[in-house]
């Protein structure tokens, strides 16, 4: 019979198990820089595209993870045909797959809440940012700013059903709103200072 160590036994197994998780751990750290540096090396590549080419690229792209990283690359992007398209592509997000769906977001987001991005960006940028209106035969009529801030952000007043009834006639075309630069820029800074920077963006986005 063999006298049997099982003192050095667990030792060895022990010491076994401690190189194997160091080795997991090395090939994890290492496989976050490999990561990291193609996450780099791609964001590179696409710093040395024009915006104009990589929104062509987009427009072009069919591929899921192509698509997505396009989007990404737009996201570091801080002008106005860049948020014009993101905004785009989240009105028709139904399109997109979940992977997409999120860098859209993401992206969104980053553009939407950078220091830069405001009311004077909207406004100096009207071609982008307004949609263009069909020719309508309903009388154009000035909505004032107050009108707006009471339907948009939901203020429970006793003016509320009389903003709900013309925000009614704007939408089956009734008349012909417009809004005039003070007023979008009362507004801008009312929902900014009530909701925040980011969601006063947006609604600017939206009503333009």
């Known amino acids: 019979m063999f006298y049997v160590n099982t003192k ?8 076994t198990l401690i190189l194997a998780f160091s ?13 990291r540096e193609s996450s780099n090396q791609i964001q590179f590549k696409y710093t040395l595209i024009e915006t104009s080419d990589l929104i062509t690229k987009l427009q072009q792209e ?7 990283n396009w989007i990404r690359a737009l996201g570091e992007r801080i002008e106005p045909e860049v948020i014009k398209l993101l905004w785009n592509l989240r009105n028709n997000m139904e399109n997109e797959e979940p992977f997409v769906q999120y860098e859209i977001k993401l992206s969104l987001r980053k553009v939407t809440n950078h220091s830069s991005v405001g009311i004077d960006m909207f406004l100096d940028n009207l071609s982008v940012f307004q949609t263009e ?5 309903a009388p154009k009529i000035l909505i004032d700013s107050n009108i707006l801030e009471e339907f948009l952000l939901r203020n429970k007043t006793t003016m509320n059903q009389d903003v709900t009834k013309v925000v009614e006639w704007v939408l089956s075309e009734k008349i012909n709103p417009y809004v005039g630069k003070n007023g979008v820029e009362n507004l801008w800074s009312r929902v900014k200072y009530l909701r925040g920077k980011e969601y006063a963006n947006r609604l600017s986005i939206e009503i333009l």
Do not use: F, W
């Open 133 to 137: 209106k069909k020719n309508s035969q």
């Open 8 to 15: 050095s036994q667990n030792n060895y197994h022990s010491a």
């Open 23 to 35: 080795k997991i751990q090395i090939l994890q750290k290492v496989n976050k820089v490999m990561t």
């Open 62 to 68: 069919c591929d899921v993870d192509e698509r997505a």
